[in-house]
């Protein structure tokens, strides 16, 4: 067998991978050398440690001696961990999205020498069938297109790249802000799915900066529509299959209209990306049932994910045993020998069947086990709550149960960008609920990656495991910037806002030509080009949230500069926001940030703790996107000032004048407010 060269690496997806009989070597400068020595192509396969068709392909194809043959023969083959090296996979799924319209894991590639794309597609079965090309029938047919007839191969490698470097030349075009916030939230409606909430039809991603956006654009525009499109989408993910309904957290997606059958890999980014979203329908409705299903997203990450580190784990995986789902799905008989007498009134509430519920994607048979939900014609959890007490202890038992059984692979690299979205989902809850654990859990995940991961220059590292490795990219700047932002307006602490002004400059430095942001710094080995994204996929753009945080920085710091470079990134982006601005919310959102309204609530003079706390929760009581607080000591007398865009609009003595202003039509109408 050739040697395989995975098995030194710390990736668990790498690992997972390091016996199979496929020459397999990591993304290095050794593979790219063996691949022009040698005269070889190579077979580039991005994917994730929890991921259910990267372990259908691996168990079908990459294990098979007869496939590793030929692939070996053909290719160079290299493994990358998506997570890892999220900027290998964000440049090549671009070319996947360009080549095929559509993209997701395993991704699989075909690459020049120099590493430049020539094809690319998802998952293939070992052979052709239904079809579908199969994988030994793609090796096959690019190594005789390499010996046939190679330059074919390079111009459509050359087409691909000019492709990508015209559209990231494109100019600016002058924005119409009304026309792109209303336009977005158009094509919004129009996708969305009034029977089961979300967008699209299936599958179903909970995209949570949607949400976002269209609570800003109710708040803007007090369309109620906007609201419901959001309260309809979350109560039905939290009652359907995507949610785990016995064990907590959500799954990552759904395949079916109806948010029922989940693919069953749990994300840390789904649970910090979605507690942000409860926790701002809880602010703005004040509805227990949105603050309940927090609390739910933290008590599954603090049981399955958190690390003796404090910080959490990246996901779990979808498969145990070898069977997709078979850890959180069970028998009718399984839960009537736990559950007994009780298991009839438990099964009609979570739609449990004999023959079992769950259809699989592929054969559309039902396997004979189930998927627990709740229907939400039969189930108002607004008025009747999140649970029954009985079905509660019900469900409980069941997870005692379910507790014993082999559990699903958990990938334990610590990943900056996405423990920073938690600090920020934690925050969000704090704000709405005063909880200290949730501001102190905050805090504890802030010090340990200002410790170990933020230099003295500003710089910052990504991703975890018995140390960290892989430089940082600009999510990791840019969600961890904006996260420490919010954590020194939850604490007034100088300390937060100073690392976030060090790691907002550093990545000016190192990350920006003056129109928006690259992912990789200049520091950082090029993929192919230096790209810059702006579109929000699973989680948000890093330039949507590196304007949030420029934004929120040049406010509180009244730095004119950082407002600048925000708008630089609008400029880089314009063209795409004009055209398809549903796929930007999270963009748009820091759009409104500038646009409308902005104020800064500032706090200043000789105050008391106690009346410093008090102001605090004036302000989280009420949802305030666009306001940011910052405290000023030195001023003799105590006074709260608040700036609307640089000019004054109030200046208050007492708690009790913030009070009144709050509640104003002043304040109202500056966003203040919703309702």
Not at 512 to 531: K, M, N, Q
Request: glycine share 6%; charged share 25%.
């Amino acid at each position: 067998m050739v040697e395989n060269r995975l098995s030194g690496e710390k990736s668990p997806y790498l690992v997972q991978h390091a016996r199979n009989p496929v020459a397999w070597y990591p993304w290095g400068e050794e593979a790219f050398k063996r691949s022009k020595e040698e005269n070889k192509p190579i077979f580039l396969s991005i994917g994730y440690s929890t991921c259910h068709w990267c372990h259908v392909m691996e168990k079908e194809s990459f294990e098979d001696h007869e496939v590793a043959e030929i692939l070996n023969k053909i290719f160079v083959c290299i493994k990358v961990d998506r997570e890892e090296r999220p900027d290998i996979d964000k440049f090549y799924m671009e070319v996947s999205q360009t080549l095929t319209g559509g993209g997701g894991w395993p991704l699989n590639l075909i690459l020049l020498p120099d590493k430049r794309p020539v094809f690319a597609t998802t998952y293939l079965p070992k052979r052709s069938r239904k079809g579908v090309m199969g994988l030994i029938e793609l090796a096959e047919s690019v190594g005789e297109l390499w010996n046939s007839d190679r330059k074919q191969m390079i111009d459509q490698a050359e087409k691909i790249i000019d492709h990508l470097k015209e559209i990231q030349s494109s100019k600016g075009v002058k924005i119409d802000y009304d026309k792109v916030i209303s336009t977005a939230f158009n094509q919004l409606k129009s996708n969305y799915d009034g029977t089961n909430g979300g967008i699209g039809i299936r599958p179903k991603f909970p995209t949570a900066h949607n949400y976002a956006f269209l609570l800003r654009y109710y708040l803007l525009t007090k369309d109620k529509s906007a609201l419901q499109m959001v309260e309809k989408t979350l109560t039905n993910m939290r009652l359907g299959g995507i949610f785990d309904q016995v064990g907590l957290g959500f799954h990552r997606y759904s395949t079916d209209p109806s948010w029922v059958i989940p693919h069953f890999e749990k994300m840390l980014y789904d649970q910090a990306m979605l507690l942000i979203s409860y926790a701002e329908a809880y602010r703005i409705t004040k509805s227990v049932f949105y603050k309940s299903v927090c609390e739910e997203i933290i008590s599954f990450m603090n049981r399955d994910l958190l690390s003796p580190e404090g910080l959490y784990y990246t996901a779990l995986d979808a498969d145990s045993e070898g069977q997709e789902g078979k850890f959180y799905t069970f028998t009718y008989n399984e839960i009537e020998s736990v559950l007994g007498k009780d298991a009839e009134d438990f099964c009609a509430f979570y739609e449990c069947e004999k023959q079992g519920n769950f259809v699989d994607e592929i054969t559309g048979r039902r396997n004979g086990r189930n998927i627990l939900h709740i229907n939400p014609d039969s189930y108002s959890p607004q008025k009747d709550g999140v649970l029954p007490e009985n079905i509660d202890r019900m469900r409980k038992k069941l997870h005692g149960f379910r507790s014993s059984r082999i559990s699903p692979g958990r990938d334990q690299k610590i990943l900056t960008d996405i423990n920073a979205l938690v600090i920020w989902g934690l925050l969000e809850y704090h704000k709405g609920t005063g909880n200290e654990q949730a501001l102190a859990t905050a805090r504890r995940i802030a010090e340990f990656i200002v410790e170990n991961s933020l230099s003295s220059e500003g710089s910052l590292r990504h991703s975890y495991l018995e140390g960290y490795t892989t430089s940082g990219f600009l999510d990791d700047y840019a969600f961890f910037g904006y996260s420490l932002l919010l954590l020194y307006e939850a604490t007034l602490n100088v300390r937060y806002l100073d690392y976030a002004d060090k790691i907002a400059n550093y990545a000016i430095k190192h990350f920006s030509d003056g129109r928006g942001f690259f992912y990789t710094d200049d520091r950082t080995e090029e993929v192919v080009l230096r790209r810059k994204e702006g579109s929000d996929m699973a989680v948000p753009s890093g330039n949507s949230v590196m304007a949030m945080l420029l934004i929120r920085l040049g406010y509180i710091k009244d730095d004119i500069k950082m407002l600048e470079i925000a708008e630089s990134i609008f400029d880089q982006f314009s063209a795409q926001l004009e055209s398809s601005p549903m796929f930007f919310t999270q963009m748009l959102c820091a759009m409104t940030m500038l646009e409308d309204r902005s104020s800064t609530v500032e706090i200043r003079g000789r105050w008391s703790d106690n009346s410093i706390s008090e102001i605090k929760r004036i302000l989280d009581g009420v949802f305030l996107p666009y306001h940011f607080i910052k405290r000023t000591d030195g001023v003799e007398n105590g006074e709260i000032l608040v700036c609307d865009i640089g000019k004054c609009n109030a200046n208050l003595r007492t708690v009790d004048d913030l009070s009144r202003y709050i509640s104003t039509e002043n304040a109202r109408n500056s966003g203040a407010l919703l309702r």
